[in-house]
Nanobody, 126 residues
Framework: QGQLVESGGGLVQAGGSLRLSCAASGRTFRSYAMGWFRQAPGKEREFVAAIRWSGGSTYYADSVKGRFTISREYAKNTVYLQMNSLKPEDTAAYYC???????????????????WGRGTQVTVSS
């Protein structure tokens, strides 16, 4: 059974930076793509960024483009989300998700992901 574990969340002032990590473990875990989503209280879960394991193509929500960078470390089966110039509106629980290899298209929809981590909280103070 695959498992995704996020880390790196915390409290930061506006304009600061954080780097989230998502480690995949528990099976020979090879996914088609990995994504980051976030969910603020009272709001729906929203897409943040995604990366294809093969080739490393990346995709971003408009709200984070130019500020966040998603990357992968193949040997460690780990995906990172570098978050710079953080804003109070970035405050949310951040979730890592994986698309299994049978998928053929990266999607920004949460329903298109097959494994999820438990989340890590990011709080940005003004």
């Amino acid at each position: 059974q695959g498992q995704l574990v996020e880390s790196g969340g915390g409290l930061v002032q506006a304009g600061g930076s954080l780097r989230l990590s998502c480690a995949a473990s528990g099976r020979t875990f090879r996914s088609y793509a990995m994504g980051w989503f976030r969910q603020a209280p009272g709001k729906e879960r929203e897409f943040v960024a995604a990366i294809r394991w093969s080739g490393g193509s990346t995709y971003y929500a408009d709200s984070v483009k130019g500020r966040f960078t998603i990357s992968r470390e193949y040997a460690k089966n780990t995906v990172y989300l570098q978050m710079n110039s953080l804003k109070p509106e970035d405050t949310a629980a951040y979730y890592c998700a994986a698309q299994l290899p049978f998928r053929t298209t990266i999607t920004t929809s949460a329903s298109g992901y097959d494994y999820w981590g438990r989340g890590t909280q990011v709080t940005v103070s003004s």
